[in-house]
């Protein structure tokens, strides 16, 4: 069975730093179809930082230069480092990891997503 857990969520304050981290079990993290979404209250969800089919990345247009996404393949994890941080970053933070074969930008269908940690930055 298949579970992603995301851990490092918290409450901290404007222009701050937190590195969220996922852990998959059951499931190896490969070198594409995977990243990370967030979900801010009353807003679709949307990617973070993805990669995508063809090992593309794409970053979400706000995050650009500020956050970064590493994979420990000695842990299985992925991590999302977060810096200077902003009120509109709070959101809950999701990890996914999928296959190939999906629609839209990313071309890759997400099976497996995690329970999502909550991210709250004040201003």
């Known amino acids: 069975q298949v579970q992603l857990v995301e851990s490092g969520g918290g409450s901290v304050q404007a222009g701050g730093s937190l590195t969220l981290s996922c852990a998959a079990s059951?499931?190896?993290?490969?070198?594409?179809?995977m990243g990370w979404f967030r979900q801010a209250p009353g807003k679709e969800r949307e990617g973070v930082i993805v990669i995508g089919f063809g090992r593309t990345i794409h970053y979400g247009d706000s995050v650009k230069g500020r956050f970064t996404m590493s994979q420990d393949n000695s842990k299985n994890t992925l991590d999302l480092q977060m810096t200077d941080l902003k009120s509109e970053d709070t959101a809950i933070y999701y990890c996914?990891?999928?296959?190939?074969?999906?629609?839209?930008?990313?071309?890759?269908?997400?099976?497996?997503w995690g329970q999502g940690t909550q991210v709250t930055v004040s201003s």
């Open positions: 059951g499931y190896t993290f490969r070198s594409a179809c």
């Open positions: 996914a990891a999928g296959v190939a074969g999906g629609a839209g930008p990313y071309q890759c269908q997400f099976n497996y």
